[in-house]
T-cell receptor
Framework: AQSVTQLGSHVSVSEGALVLLRCNYS??????LFWYVQYPNQGLQLLLK??????LVKGINGFEAEFKKSETSFHLTKPSAHMSDAAEYFC??????????????FGQGTILTVHP | DAGVIQSPRHEVTEMGQEVTLRCKPI?????LFWYRQTMMRGLELLIY????????DSGMPEDRFSAKMPNASFSTLKIQPSEPRDSAVYFC?????????????FGPGTRLTVL
Protein backbone atom coordinates (compact mmCIF):
# COMPACT_ATOMS: atom_id res chain seq x y z
CA ALA A 1 0.00 0.00 0.00
CA GLN A 2 1.03 3.56 -0.62
CA SER A 3 1.20 6.36 1.91
CA VAL A 4 2.08 10.02 2.09
CA THR A 5 3.37 12.11 4.98
CA GLN A 6 3.27 15.87 4.87
CA LEU A 7 5.61 17.41 7.39
CA GLY A 8 4.02 20.40 9.05
CA SER A 9 0.29 20.92 9.17
CA HIS A 10 0.81 24.70 9.11
CA VAL A 11 3.48 26.74 7.34
CA SER A 12 3.70 30.51 7.60
CA VAL A 13 5.82 32.71 5.32
CA SER A 14 6.13 36.37 4.49
CA GLU A 15 5.09 37.69 1.12
CA GLY A 16 8.07 37.36 -1.23
CA ALA A 17 9.74 34.61 0.79
CA LEU A 18 10.48 31.08 -0.34
CA VAL A 19 7.69 28.55 0.05
CA LEU A 20 8.70 24.99 0.94
CA LEU A 21 6.06 22.35 1.66
CA ARG A 22 7.39 18.90 2.48
CA CYS A 23 6.04 15.57 1.28
CA ASN A 24 7.46 12.10 1.75
CA TYR A 25 5.90 9.03 0.21
CA SER A 26 6.02 5.30 0.62
CA UNK A 27 5.44 2.95 -2.30
CA UNK A 28 6.73 -0.48 -3.23
CA UNK A 29 6.40 0.28 -6.96
CA UNK A 30 7.23 3.41 -8.97
CA UNK A 31 4.76 6.06 -7.88
CA UNK A 32 2.81 8.79 -9.53
CA LEU A 33 2.87 11.89 -7.33
CA PHE A 34 0.60 14.90 -7.28
CA TRP A 35 0.24 18.22 -5.51
CA TYR A 36 -3.21 19.72 -5.20
CA VAL A 37 -4.30 23.07 -3.78
CA GLN A 38 -7.60 23.79 -2.06
CA TYR A 39 -8.86 27.32 -1.56
CA PRO A 40 -11.57 27.93 1.06
CA ASN A 41 -14.93 26.43 0.15
CA GLN A 42 -13.64 25.04 -3.11
CA GLY A 43 -12.65 21.67 -4.52
CA LEU A 44 -9.10 20.51 -5.07
CA GLN A 45 -7.17 21.85 -8.04
CA LEU A 46 -4.13 20.17 -9.53
CA LEU A 47 -0.88 22.11 -9.17
CA LEU A 48 1.49 19.60 -10.75
CA LYS A 49 2.16 15.90 -11.21
CA UNK A 50 5.12 13.55 -11.49
CA UNK A 51 4.76 10.66 -13.89
CA UNK A 52 8.38 9.42 -14.20
CA UNK A 53 9.28 11.68 -17.12
CA UNK A 54 11.35 14.46 -15.53
CA UNK A 55 12.31 14.62 -11.86
CA LEU A 56 11.81 18.39 -11.69
CA VAL A 57 8.20 19.18 -12.39
CA LYS A 58 6.85 22.66 -13.03
CA GLY A 59 3.26 23.47 -12.28
CA ILE A 60 0.85 26.34 -12.29
CA ASN A 61 1.22 29.62 -10.38
CA GLY A 62 5.02 29.36 -10.26
CA PHE A 63 5.16 26.18 -8.18
CA GLU A 64 7.54 23.31 -8.82
CA ALA A 65 8.45 20.03 -7.16
CA GLU A 66 11.41 17.69 -7.37
CA PHE A 67 11.11 13.93 -7.20
CA LYS A 68 13.97 12.43 -5.18
CA LYS A 69 13.80 8.66 -5.15
CA SER A 70 16.71 8.26 -2.72
CA GLU A 71 14.90 10.44 -0.19
CA THR A 72 11.37 9.27 -1.13
CA SER A 73 10.43 12.94 -1.25
CA PHE A 74 8.41 15.23 -3.47
CA HIS A 75 8.67 18.65 -1.86
CA LEU A 76 6.78 21.62 -3.28
CA THR A 77 8.53 24.97 -3.68
CA LYS A 78 7.88 28.46 -4.94
CA PRO A 79 10.64 31.09 -4.97
CA SER A 80 8.47 34.02 -3.92
CA ALA A 81 5.21 33.72 -2.02
CA HIS A 82 2.20 35.80 -2.96
CA MET A 83 -0.79 36.58 -0.79
CA SER A 84 -2.97 34.62 -3.20
CA ASP A 85 -0.98 31.44 -2.41
CA ALA A 86 -2.65 31.17 0.99
CA ALA A 87 -4.55 27.88 0.87
CA GLU A 88 -4.31 24.23 1.91
CA TYR A 89 -1.97 22.01 -0.07
CA PHE A 90 -2.24 18.25 -0.44
CA CYS A 91 0.36 15.78 -1.62
CA UNK A 92 -0.97 12.53 -3.09
CA UNK A 93 0.44 9.25 -4.41
CA UNK A 94 -0.93 6.70 -6.84
CA UNK A 95 0.32 3.67 -8.74
CA UNK A 96 -0.46 2.18 -12.14
CA UNK A 97 -1.41 -1.38 -11.41
CA UNK A 98 -2.66 -3.73 -8.77
CA UNK A 99 -5.67 -3.25 -6.59
CA UNK A 100 -4.74 0.37 -5.92
CA UNK A 101 -4.63 1.32 -9.58
CA UNK A 102 -5.74 4.90 -10.08
CA UNK A 103 -6.55 5.51 -6.43
CA UNK A 104 -5.07 8.61 -4.84
CA UNK A 105 -3.78 8.41 -1.28
CA PHE A 106 -3.63 11.90 0.20
CA GLY A 107 -1.51 13.39 2.91
CA GLN A 108 -3.15 15.25 5.76
CA GLY A 109 -2.61 18.62 4.12
CA THR A 110 -0.53 21.70 4.91
CA ILE A 111 -2.16 25.06 5.46
CA LEU A 112 -0.03 27.85 4.02
CA THR A 113 -0.40 31.31 5.51
CA VAL A 114 1.22 34.28 3.79
CA HIS A 115 1.89 37.43 5.81
CA PRO A 116 2.19 40.86 4.22
CA ASP B 1 -15.85 21.66 -20.56
CA ALA B 2 -17.89 22.50 -17.48
CA GLY B 3 -15.79 20.35 -15.20
CA VAL B 4 -17.19 17.97 -12.61
CA ILE B 5 -20.63 19.07 -11.51
CA GLN B 6 -22.05 18.29 -8.08
CA SER B 7 -25.45 19.00 -6.62
CA PRO B 8 -26.62 20.24 -4.28
CA ARG B 9 -23.80 22.50 -3.11
CA HIS B 10 -25.24 22.66 0.37
CA GLU B 11 -27.59 20.29 2.16
CA VAL B 12 -29.01 20.63 5.63
CA THR B 13 -31.12 17.79 6.90
CA GLU B 14 -32.28 16.21 10.10
CA MET B 15 -31.02 13.01 11.58
CA GLY B 16 -32.76 9.99 10.12
CA GLN B 17 -33.54 11.56 6.78
CA GLU B 18 -32.31 10.20 3.46
CA VAL B 19 -29.72 12.26 1.63
CA THR B 20 -28.78 11.91 -2.03
CA LEU B 21 -25.74 13.59 -3.49
CA ARG B 22 -25.30 13.81 -7.24
CA CYS B 23 -22.32 14.00 -9.55
CA LYS B 24 -21.78 14.48 -13.26
CA PRO B 25 -18.21 13.62 -14.29
CA ILE B 26 -16.26 15.20 -17.11
CA UNK B 27 -17.35 13.81 -20.45
CA UNK B 28 -14.99 11.09 -21.69
CA UNK B 29 -13.62 10.21 -18.29
CA UNK B 30 -13.89 6.54 -17.36
CA UNK B 31 -13.36 6.67 -13.61
CA LEU B 32 -15.29 8.38 -10.84
CA PHE B 33 -14.36 8.79 -7.19
CA TRP B 34 -16.35 9.83 -4.11
CA TYR B 35 -14.44 11.41 -1.21
CA ARG B 36 -15.41 12.74 2.19
CA GLN B 37 -13.49 15.56 3.87
CA THR B 38 -13.63 16.39 7.58
CA MET B 39 -11.33 18.26 9.91
CA MET B 40 -10.71 15.16 11.99
CA ARG B 41 -10.10 12.60 9.26
CA GLY B 42 -8.98 14.67 6.30
CA LEU B 43 -9.76 13.39 2.79
CA GLU B 44 -11.09 9.85 2.67
CA LEU B 45 -11.86 7.86 -0.46
CA LEU B 46 -15.27 6.28 -0.08
CA ILE B 47 -15.69 4.41 -3.36
CA TYR B 48 -14.53 4.49 -6.91
CA UNK B 49 -15.94 3.32 -10.21
CA UNK B 50 -14.22 2.35 -13.42
CA UNK B 51 -16.37 2.15 -16.55
CA UNK B 52 -19.44 2.46 -14.30
CA UNK B 53 -18.48 -0.58 -12.23
CA UNK B 54 -17.64 -0.21 -8.53
CA UNK B 55 -14.02 -1.28 -8.12
CA UNK B 56 -13.29 -0.51 -4.50
CA ASP B 57 -15.87 0.38 -1.86
CA SER B 58 -13.71 -0.42 1.14
CA GLY B 59 -13.92 3.18 2.27
CA MET B 60 -17.69 3.25 2.59
CA PRO B 61 -18.28 3.74 6.31
CA GLU B 62 -21.21 1.39 6.78
CA ASP B 63 -24.34 0.01 5.20
CA ARG B 64 -26.07 3.35 5.52
CA PHE B 65 -23.95 4.55 2.61
CA SER B 66 -24.54 3.40 -0.96
CA ALA B 67 -23.34 4.63 -4.34
CA LYS B 68 -24.49 3.98 -7.88
CA MET B 69 -23.32 4.86 -11.34
CA PRO B 70 -26.11 3.93 -13.76
CA ASN B 71 -24.29 5.43 -16.75
CA ALA B 72 -21.06 7.17 -17.67
CA SER B 73 -22.44 10.64 -17.01
CA PHE B 74 -24.11 10.31 -13.62
CA SER B 75 -23.46 8.98 -10.14
CA THR B 76 -25.21 9.22 -6.78
CA LEU B 77 -24.10 8.79 -3.19
CA LYS B 78 -26.95 8.05 -0.81
CA ILE B 79 -27.00 8.09 2.97
CA GLN B 80 -29.99 6.46 4.61
CA PRO B 81 -30.59 7.13 7.45
CA SER B 82 -28.32 10.11 7.96
CA GLU B 83 -26.59 10.82 11.28
CA PRO B 84 -24.89 13.96 12.66
CA ARG B 85 -21.48 12.31 12.29
CA ASP B 86 -22.04 12.21 8.53
CA SER B 87 -21.67 15.99 8.42
CA ALA B 88 -18.78 16.69 6.06
CA VAL B 89 -17.91 17.97 2.61
CA TYR B 90 -18.38 15.30 -0.03
CA PHE B 91 -16.35 15.56 -3.22
CA CYS B 92 -16.76 13.80 -6.49
CA UNK B 93 -13.79 13.50 -8.85
CA UNK B 94 -13.31 12.00 -12.28
CA UNK B 95 -10.31 10.82 -14.25
CA UNK B 96 -9.29 9.13 -17.45
CA UNK B 97 -7.43 5.99 -16.47
CA UNK B 98 -5.48 4.08 -19.08
CA UNK B 99 -1.93 2.77 -19.19
CA UNK B 100 -0.88 5.75 -17.11
CA UNK B 101 -2.44 7.29 -14.05
CA UNK B 102 -3.85 10.68 -14.87
CA UNK B 103 -4.91 13.35 -12.47
CA UNK B 104 -8.32 13.46 -10.90
CA UNK B 105 -10.50 16.49 -11.48
CA PHE B 106 -12.55 17.49 -8.47
CA GLY B 107 -15.99 19.00 -8.27
CA PRO B 108 -16.81 21.91 -5.95
CA GLY B 109 -18.18 19.59 -3.27
CA THR B 110 -21.43 19.23 -1.36
CA ARG B 111 -21.40 20.53 2.21
CA LEU B 112 -23.69 18.26 4.22
CA THR B 113 -24.96 19.20 7.65
CA VAL B 114 -27.02 16.67 9.58
CA LEU B 115 -28.76 18.15 12.60
Amino acid sequence: AQSVTQLGSHVSVSEGALVLLRCNYSSSVPPYLFWYVQYPNQGLQLLLKYTSAATLVKGINGFEAEFKKSETSFHLTKPSAHMSDAAEYFCAVSVAGGTSYGKLTFGQGTILTVHP
Amino acid sequence: DAGVIQSPRHEVTEMGQEVTLRCKPISGHNSLFWYRQTMMRGLELLIYFNNNVPIDDSGMPEDRFSAKMPNASFSTLKIQPSEPRDSAVYFCASSLLGLAVNEQFFGPGTRLTVL
